[in-house]
């Protein structure tokens, strides 16, 4: 077993600290004015760094656990009522790609609630390439046609979009964050923290290790899933 699979396999990236299930939400009436953001995306289009983009430059994100995987939590049996009794929260789905129809009821329940959604625009082709790093046996035609109903569910909905390139521009990055800023009517931390470029592997290695033995604590937040430098 290399590295990569060790250090993901006694440190999980979906530990109690980091994501609930398994984490239990927690209350916190200081922030009850605040939604919950929906961060709706399609695999591999940048979903964690979008995560982490909210949790390191928004303070009343910053939780424990850190996000919702909203698909886990409903198929788990856990209710919305009580997700809304928690907030806010940042709340990931990867929905209809998740194809539970209980998904969908409870996207509505969020946003009829208030719940703001923001979605990751990444481009098919290179979310192709991504999902082939792990997944070598990948139908590219039913990964199209997952992407596109991906699309045709969320057209009619009222979303920011922030594209992935952006994301992990340092010139553009700013504008993200104050693009999120004005969109939830929240203003954003004194200092932007940006995520690890791609070149410094040492640095988004060290940052995921502490999100994970941290949760909340750790100096930059870094969720995304992977310990393997070949994914992009």
């Not at 979903?47 to 910053?62: A, G, S, V």
């Not at 424990?64 to 409903?74: A, Q, R, W």
């Not at 329940?109 to 098919?124: A, E, F």
């Not at 870094?222 to 430098?229: G, L, R, Y």
Request: hydrophobic share 35%; charged share 25%; no cysteine.
């Amino acid at each position: 077993m290399d590295f990569h699979k060790l250090t993901a396999k006694l440190i999980p990236h979906d530990n109690r600290l980091t994501v609930s299930p398994p984490g239990k939400l927690k209350a916190r009436s200081n922030y009850n004015s605040i939604p919950h953001v929906i961060v709706a995306s399609k695999r591999r289009s940048g979903t964690h760094l979008l995560i982490d983009t909210l949790l390191n430059n928004f303070e009343p994100f910053r939780r424990t656990p850190l996000y919702v995987n909203l698909d886990s939590y409903v198929v788990s049996g856990h209710t919305i009522e009580s997700l809304n009794e928690s907030g806010p929260y940042v709340i990931k789905t990867h929905y209809p790609q998740s194809t539970d129809p209980r998904i969908a009821d409870a996207l509505e329940m969020l946003i009829s609630s208030g719940s703001k959604v923001i979605i990751t625009d990444r481009k098919d082709s290179e979310i192709l390439k991504s999902l082939e790093v792990f997944l070598p046996s990948l139908d590219e035609n039913a990964a199209r046609k997952s992407n596109h109903e991906f699309d045709i569910f969320w057209k009619d909905q009222d979303y920011l979009r922030i594209k992935f390139e952006d994301i992990i521009n340092t010139f553009s990055y700013t504008e993200v964050v104050n693009s999120i800023s004005d969109y939830l009517n929240i203003k954003h931390n004194e200092s932007i923290i940006f995520p690890p470029g791609r070149s410094e592997l040492i640095k988004a290695m060290a940052s995921k290790l502490l999100t994970r033995t941290l949760g909340r604590h750790a100096p930059v937040i870094n969720t995304t899933i992977a310990f393997n430098k070949k994914a992009k």
